[in-house]
T-cell receptor, first 115, second 113 residues
Framework: EAQVTQNPRYLITVTGKKLTVTCSQN?????MSWYRQDPGLGLRQIYY???????DKGDVPEGYKVSRKEKRNFPLILESPSPNQTSLYFC??????????????FGPGTRLTVL | AQSVTQLGSHVSVSEGALVLLRCNYS??????LFWYVQYPNQGLQLLLK??????LVKGINGFEAEFKKSETSFHLTKPSAHMSDAAEYFC???????????FGAGTILRVKS
């Protein structure tokens, strides 16, 4: 089954404790992206990757890191989480540009709480 | 820069009634437009998209949307609401450069029996 998986689905942590949220897709998609969803703000892009070893900042990259060492995986790293990073996080992938082949497929989400 | 405005953070309709969720966009280039649906505790699922060609786009679950360039709108409609349509709906536009989507704030649809 074609899908995007994220782990963990729920995470409660404390300020400053490094964490990683994993994202994996089995569709051989080049493009992957991380979003955060906050009430009243919709989804905002954090980082994206056009292909292996190619990443770039989205709209709200501060406090986050990513890496793309393999095509299927795109982990999101919070080196020193803070309470304002409490949010619902989504990973997405697509084959190409959003308009044509690039329909983005979303993972189930990771609900992060930073105390 | 591209942006999306969804009018109404909450919409309530009776079962069987028309569903109309409003979306206006701004874009300096011909837009690629999307509607996504998010059911409780789930990720986003693509309902439909407009890229080029026919301005009336049909999607899944009986939804459709019409691209109106003169009004910069891409409203989502469904003739008859079903209880299973209760969810949050997001309108999005593709950014001018790169494969980025800009999302609206979302509209929560409530369907009353």
């Amino acid at each position: 089954e074609a899908q995007v998986t994220q782990n963990p689905r729920y995470l409660i942590t404390v300020t400053g404790k490094k964490l990683t949220v994993t994202c994996s897709q089995n569709m051989n998609h080049e493009y992957m992206s991380w979003y955060r969803q906050d009430p009243g703000l919709g989804l905002r892009q954090i980082y994206y990757s056009m292909n292996v070893e190619v990443t770039d900042k989205g709209d709200v990259p501060e406090g986050y890191k990513v890496s793309r060492k393999e095509k299927r995986n795109f982990p999101l790293i919070l080196e020193s989480p803070s309470p304002n990073q409490t949010s619902l996080y989504f990973c997405a992938s697509s084959l190409g540009l959003a308009g044509g082949r690039g329909t983005q497929y979303f993972g189930p989400g990771t609900r992060l709480t930073v105390l | 820069a591209q942006s999306v405005t969804q009018l109404g953070s909450h919409v309530s309709v009776s079962e069987g009634a028309l569903v109309l969720l409003r979306c206006n966009y701004s874009s300096s280039v011909p837009p690629y437009l999307f509607w996504y649906v998010q059911y409780p505790n789930q990720g986003l699922q693509l309902l439909l998209k407009y890229t080029t060609g026919a301005t009336l786009v049909k999607g899944i679950n009986g939804f459709e949307a019409e691209f109106k360039k003169s009004e910069t709108s891409f409203h989502l409609t469904k003739p008859s609401a079903h209880m299973s349509d209760a969810a949050e709906y997001f309108c999005a536009v593709r950014r001018e450069y790169g494969n980025k989507l800009v999302f609206g704030a979302g509209t929560i649809l409530r369907v009353k029996s």
